[in-house]
């Protein structure tokens, strides 16, 4: 299998070449293009037999969406491209069997049969927070191909502390822990500064995070647009 990431940074596209026997998952709607002996199945990957109340664990948890598209060879080689739903950039990030990625539910985009999914309960924080602290687990190794609203960038952290604002979060690794609390002291002033909540993370490990907000891009040109 091989990856290239074409177009960066502001309208990406995965192009994806598989080998006969490989296959990639990926995020329902992702699929721009497909051909040579590329064929698809949705729902799973091939041959899967996950139930489908897990998978209804991952959509209602996660924000994940129900059905994922497996895309895969038999016989000859084929080429997909994939891209998100929102225009911005994407990353890949190469798992290792040392460690998982926590992924925030939205910003998956594919993976390979090597890279299992499932979903790490946040509790309460998405109804204090406003927004989605539900993270899609990924463990196993290969290539995990994630997205961003805007520019990706990341952090690497060794024991140390970073303070993110919650709707920048795109994905961290295993090696780190997070808390959720107020930007500031008090509630009303963490509300008039227009921040809210952010995430506090500690230890070792990398924090991939996007450019832009788009839960406040979607609050900004939302009024704007005429009523349909």
């Not at 959509?59 to 059905?67: A, D, K, M, N, P």
């Not at 016989?75 to 491209?81: I, L, M, P, R, W």
């Amino acid at each position: 299998m091989n990856i290239e990431l074409a177009y960066k940074p502001a309208h990406t596209l995965a192009v994806v070449d598989l080998q006969p026997g490989e296959q990639i998952r990926a995020e329902a709607g992702a699929m721009v293009s497909m051909k040579g002996g590329i064929q698809a199945q949705t729902g799973g990957q091939k041959n899967e037999k996950k139930g489908i109340f897990k998978r209804l664990k991952r959509t209602v948890l996660s924000g994940e969406t129900f059905f994922t598209n497996t895309f895969y060879t038999e016989a000859s080689a084929g080429q997909v491209t994939l891209a998100p739903k929102l225009c911005g950039d994407m990353e890949i990030h190469n798992l290792t069997a040392d460690h998982e990625l926590m992924i925030q539910g939205s910003s998956y985009v594919a993976a390979p049969d090597t890279v299992q999914l499932d979903t790490k309960w946040q509790g309460f924080k998405k109804i204090f927070s406003g927004e989605s602290l539900f993270f899609l687990r990924a463990f196993g190794h290969g290539p995990v191909i994630i997205n961003a609203f805007g520019a990706i960038t990341y952090r690497d952290l060794n024991n140390e502390k970073l303070v993110l604002d919650t709707g920048h979060m795109v994905a961290f690794t295993s090696g780190l822990s997070y808390t959720v609390r107020k930007a500031s002291r008090g509630w009303i002033s963490s509300f008039l500064s227009g921040e809210g909540f952010v995430l506090e993370l500690t230890g070792t490990g990398r924090v991939y995070m996007q450019s832009r907000n788009p839960s406040d891009y979607g609050n900004f040109i939302g009024p704007k647009l005429p009523p349909r």
